[in-house]
């Protein structure tokens, strides 16, 4: 299982940008794919996730990001518009192999994780 992360880079803010995660090894459209994000001394954050039936996105990026996948192509996709300086970060897209209706917010519960992409928005 493989999962890669692309799509980072530098942004004003007020600005946008799109993250992909292509996944491979299984077929993904099964499970729960997910976005994290982890800034410098910080822990690691929820931002959103998507399970075969529903979707899940933190309060903090509620109204400026958005998620969705292509089962097609075992793609997940954020796109994150509005962005502020506090959204820097390095993100990370991860997989839940259980079948959960609700998506997971724990990073506990993913199993599979992508190398990680860095998002900074200057101010």
């Known amino acids: 299982v493989q999962l890669q992360a692309s799509g980072g880079g530098l942004v004003q803010t007020g600005g946008s940008l799109s993250l992909s995660c292509t996944a491979s090894?299984?077929?993904?459209?099964?499970?729960?794919m997910g976005w994290f994000r982890q800034a410098p001394g910080k822990e690691r954050e929820f931002v959103a996730a998507?399970?075969?039936?529903?979707?899940r996105i933190s309060d903090s990026v509620k109204g400026r990001f958005t998620i969705s996948r292509d089962n097609a192509k075992n793609t997940v996709y954020l796109r994150m518009n509005s962005l502020k300086p506090e959204d820097t970060a390095v993100y990370y897209c991860?997989?839940?192999?259980?079948?959960?209706?609700?998506?997971?917010?724990?990073?506990?519960?993913?199993?599979?994780w992508g190398q990680g992409t860095q998002v900074t928005v200057s101010s």
């Open positions: 090894g299984r077929t993904f459209s099964y499970y729960t």
């Open positions: 991860a997989v839940d192999f259980n079948a959960v209706t609700v998506p997971s917010r724990s990073y506990g519960d993913y199993d599979f």
């Open positions: 998507m399970s075969p039936s529903g979707s």
